[in-house]
């Protein structure tokens, strides 16, 4: 026995002098812009840090909403045009969003503006919701983040010290992830940019046309089509704007084939025209085509559709219905909103 506490002398005077540092670095009065890898801070002002158990136990909960703020890999500048650059799949936390460049002591202002509205997004703009930061083992990134969206105004901002190595070191699973935002490097051909979403042949981002939501069912009577018309119009905007900001998808402009849509439509719903919004995709030379179309049951109960198909191979690559209640701008809003969440999350 005495042998054994001997043995583990080292190893605890080892975590003592860690630990020490850690301790002994003052939180700075603003961002941290000197090496990300120096010895952070064990605290976080406005927030609160999180180990490895604790965040386990969080994430069985399902209620918050994790941020990896890890840096992308950049092509190394020294490689000849057109060689093949394969860096490794990056690894996350599962359903963890990677928003590389985030993290930054001073990031540019469409960075900036891309985090606080992702996280807007992620969150249903509900600041209550708890948000998970981290990134790697003595990392700063982390900590600016987190750091960051309290600036923003989230109540729960928790800060992961222990990163993606603690994770694994506990013996938790991970996932392949893809990086979302205007510092995230395009993947190289063949890397998944998530389990569900497989990259485009040269890398970008999936060309997605939204054709505009279609309505069906009991439709009201006549008093109701000015008023149905302006509201299709002003959520098949909104859906576009959200999907734009989730940075998953590059949403194209459909007014090129404008003609060809209007003509469609005044024969059959796009959503069930035997494929004719795949001839529209191809037209606008898009990769995935969303159709989308709101069932109105009465004015009270109404069920919310979409889905999105691969023009290439007329496969359905993601689907959903879900309820929703009341016929009005607020009850779509907060549909349309919740589409897109889910779209962005899965």
Known sequence: M??????????????????????????????????INAPTPSTLRGGRVIHV???????????????????????????????????????AIPDALWLPGVGAGAPTQEVDDFYRGRLKLATGGNVE???????????????????????YGYRSVIWFPEGIEGWTAAGH?????????????????????????????D????????????????????????????????????????????GLYRILDNTAAQGMIDTLKSQS???????????????????QVLVAWVDRVSGLILSLTYEIHEVQTGQIAARKSFDFRGDNDNAWNHAIDYMVRDLANK
């Open 53 to 91: 158990d604790e965040l386990e136990a969080l994430l069985r909960q399902g209620k918050a909403v994790v941020i990896d703020v890890s840096n992308a890999p950049r092509r190394p500048a020294e490689l000849a045009p057109g060689a093949p650059w394969l860096p490794l799949p990056h690894r």
């Open 173 to 201: 699973q991970t996932r392949v992830a893809a990086p979302q935002g205007p510092a995230a490097e395009s993947p190289p051909p063949g890397q998944l940019r998530s389990p569900d979403r497989p990259a485009r042949n």
């Open 203 to 246: 890398g970008r981002l999936p060309a997605l046309s939204v054709l505009d939501l279609e309505l069906t069912g009991d439709l009201g009577g006549p008093e109701f089509v000015a008023e149905h018309a302006a509201r299709l119009k002003t959520e098949s905007a909104r859906l576009r704007r959200g999907l734009e900001a989730t």
């Open 2 to 35: 005495c042998q054994r506490l001997l043995a583990s002398i080292p190893a605890l005077l080892l975590w003592s002098c860690l630990a020490a540092g850690a301790e002994g670095v003052t939180e700075p009065d603003g961002y941290w812009e000197g090496d």
């Open 269 to 287: 719903y796009l959503h069930d025209c035997n494929g004719c919004d795949l001839d529209v995709g191809r037209s606008l030379h898009a990769d």
């Open 129 to 151: 919701v708890p948000l998970v930061v981290y990134c790697h083992e003595n990392c700063w990134l982390s900590w600016n983040a987190a750091k960051r969206a309290i600036g």
